[in-house]
């Protein structure tokens, strides 16, 4: 993966996704969905022969926000970052 992830993955069961090399057939698999901070976004069957396995991935959705511009954002803590504010905007 491309980039530290400090989101909550996303976890679907039984999710219809498309994966293998070259893409094989849809087929229901349990998925995690996984964002980072370099703005990528990966879906990963965590099932799959072998292990866990990265069936797609998006291209980057933008320019990643420097880290000092998040509010709450601190890089320098692995445990996480506070909820962001509306009172901020």
Same mark, same amino acid.
């Given at each position: 993966m491309s980039g530290k992830v400090y989101a909550q993955p996303l976890y679907v069961e039984q999710a219809a996704v498309?994966? $293998? =090399?070259p893409r094989g057939s849809v087929h229901n698999a349990n998925i995690v969905y996984v964002a980072?901070?370099?703005?990528?976004v990966y879906a990963?069957?965590?099932?799959a022969a072998g292990g866990?396995?990265?069936c797609w991935h998006t291209p980057?959705? $933008? =320019?990643?926000e420097p880290a000092a511009g998040l509010l709450g954002?601190?890089?320098?803590?692995?445990?996480g970052i506070?909820?962001?504010s509306s009172a901020r905007r």
């Open positions: 498309r994966c $293998g =090399t980072t901070l370099e703005n990528i990963i069957d965590v099932d866990p396995a990265e980057q959705l $933008g =320019t990643p954002f601190d890089p320098h803590n692995e445990g506070r909820v962001a």
